[in-house]
Nanobody, 126 residues
Framework: QAQLVESGGGLVQAGGSLRLSCAAS????????MGWFRQAPGKEREFIAA????????AYADSVKGRFTISRDNAKNTLSLQMNSLKPEDTAVYYC???????????????????WGQGTQVTVSS
């Protein structure tokens, strides 16, 4: 299993930007696709974005498409999420996750991921 540690969360005003990072260890990073999820209080965990093991194929939830960008650096074992034009409804705990395979099949389903980070809080004020 991969060990994942998120960083970069914080408090930002609406319209601002944040960049989340996820450091991976314990498995060959390029062996699996990666994803970002978020969970707001009282809500279910929500798929945000995913990226293939090569980094050339990405997928996004409609709620963040055009505002968020997922990327990875396999040489540095790092996954990133650039978040622009943030809205108060983006407030949540953000989690990175390692998929159980290289493909993007089923990327929006939490059960397709075998390893999760501890999460980082993002708060967007209005």
């Amino acid at each position: 299993q991969a060990q994942l540690v998120e960083s970069g969360g914080g408090l930002v005003q609406a319209g601002g930007s944040l960049r989340l990072s996820c450091a991976a260890s314990g498995r060959t990073f390029s062996d699996y696709a990666m994803g970002w999820f978020r969970q707001a209080p009282g809500k279910e965990r929500e798929f945000i974005a995913a990226i293939s093991w090569t980094g050339d194929i990405t997928a996004y939830a409609d709620s963040v498409k055009g505002r968020f960008t997922i990327s990875r650096d396999n040489a540095k074992n790092t996954l990133s999420l650039q978040m622009n034009s943030l809205k108060p409804e983006d407030t949540a705990v953000y989690y990175c996750a390692a998929k159980t395979s290289k493909t993007l099949v089923g990327v929006s389903t939490a059960s397709a991921y075998g390893s999760w980070g501890q999460g980082t809080q993002v708060t967007v004020s209005s």
